[in-house]
């Protein structure tokens, strides 16, 4: 210490103690200023402000550039604006700084599976585990990532480990739902997604999604009266839903009720006239129902927007239908050319040979089917009859 003598009065010179008084304010001042300012970014965060709440983490980072809560919240807001690939810095920058922290590995991994890398997002979830294992939004997140890069095994198992801790939970439920389906396994789907529908609960409480998924597993399954019904009321709770409109019109046509089905293919077509599968499935509509014009002009238009190989085969078929079984059979030709695995084109090409007298030629296209060492029940019995 050095004293100093001025005017007579002698005086301490030393200031550390204001020093580390000053600095103890300032501290004490910031740390108000970030806790302000991060409760303020997380209730923009909730009200959706997101430019707001970009600013409050901002002004924190300015001050503390490793501050764990404004790395997360800047995640967030930039996740929230789907900004995943800029959101997954922060989330990763905190992460380095502040290695385990919940609330960034929970949005890191939901980046990930934004931007369909499923197996980071597995990794990222499994990290998240170690810390909370029971948590269950966590487990089914993981469960459907699974799902989505085809792992049924493991997939299952965490769906099934989900339900043993809560019985009725309708994410695990409506997940094993999607996987079974998936898997092509419609039985076991409708098991699941049929748990979704409450005994004596008005068709309005059940997720429109479930109506949907379930009129779809007796599509699969060819029973299509059993659809009808779960598709109708989809569609009283959104007339202008596109898997109700299409579950519908297929199920009829499933039933051959053409003029049924149209009504729906229609419907679509009102919202989405370009839609070349559904003018294609018009066309076919119209021409099980003998229309032959309405028939290709539907026909043309999708192939007017883009070549659809069902398109040119409506066409041919009309053909055939009309008798110009020659012009229907060049056609046929060309799409065997175009898709030589497709057996039904090799049905109708030895139908419309048979019609022109050309037996020997009829079975010579179906042998030249079975040389691809491709089995077909509907080929071999058609070889049997001509043969025989």
Not at 372 to 384: A, P, V
Request: net charge negative; glycine share 6%; aromatic share 12%.
């Amino acid at each position: 210490m050095r004293d100093d003598v001025s005017n007579g009065i002698l005086r301490n010179t030393d200031h550390s103690s204001f020093d580390i008084q000053f600095d103890t304010n300032k501290e004490t001042q910031e740390l108000t200023e970030i806790s302000d300012l991060s409760k303020k970014g997380y209730q923009f965060l909730k009200e959706d402000k997101i430019h707001e709440a970009v600013e409050c983490f901002n002004r924190i980072l300015a001050i503390d550039e490793y501050n764990n809560y404004a790395l997360v919240g800047m995640g967030d807001a930039i996740r929230k604006r789907g900004a995943f690939r800029d959101a997954v810095v922060f989330y990763q920058r905190c992460l380095v700084h502040h290695p385990g922290n919940n609330y960034a590995l929970f949005g890191l991994a939901d980046c990930y599976k934004a931007l369909n890398q499923y197996h980071k997002a597995i990794e990222i979830w499994e990290q998240y585990l170690l810390h909370d294992g029971k948590n269950i939004t966590v487990l089914t997140r993981v469960a459907d990532a699974y799902r989505k890069v085809k792992d049924f095994k493991h997939s299952k198992e965490i769906y099934l480990k989900v339900l043993d801790m809560e019985a009725n939970n309708p994410y695990a439920i409506i997940g094993l739902g999607h996987l079974h389906y998936d898997f092509k396994e419609y039985r076991e789907a409708l098991f699941y997604w049929e748990k979704m529908l409450q005994p004596g609960e008005a068709p309005n409480k059940v997720d429109i999604r479930v109506l949907t998924s379930i009129g779809n597993c007796h599509r699969k399954l060819k029973t299509f009266e059993s659809g009808i019904p779960f598709f109708e009321q989809a569609l009283e709770r959104d007339p202008y839903n596109f898997y109700a409109l299409f579950g519908l019109a297929d199920c009829y046509r499933g039933l051959n009720q053409s003029a049924s089905s149209l009504e729906y293919w229609n419907r679509i077509l009102k919202q989405d006239p370009r839609n070349k599968v559904i003018l294609t499935r018009t066309g076919d509509a119209y021409r099980a129902l003998g229309d032959y014009d309405l028939a290709v002009e539907y026909y043309e238009r999708a192939l007017n927007i883009e070549f659809d190989i069902y398109a040119v085969l409506g066409l041919a078929l009309v053909d055939k239908a009309k008798g110009n079984y020659a012009t229907a059979s060049e056609s046929l030709k060309r799409l065997i050319q175009q898709d030589p695995k497709n057996y039904r084109l090799y049905l109708e090409l030895a139908d419309s040979l048979l019609n022109l007298g050309d037996k020997a030629q009829a079975i010579e296209v179906l042998e030249d089917f079975q040389r691809q060492d491709i089995r077909n029940t509907s080929i071999m019995e058609r070889l049997d009859m001509l043969r025989s």
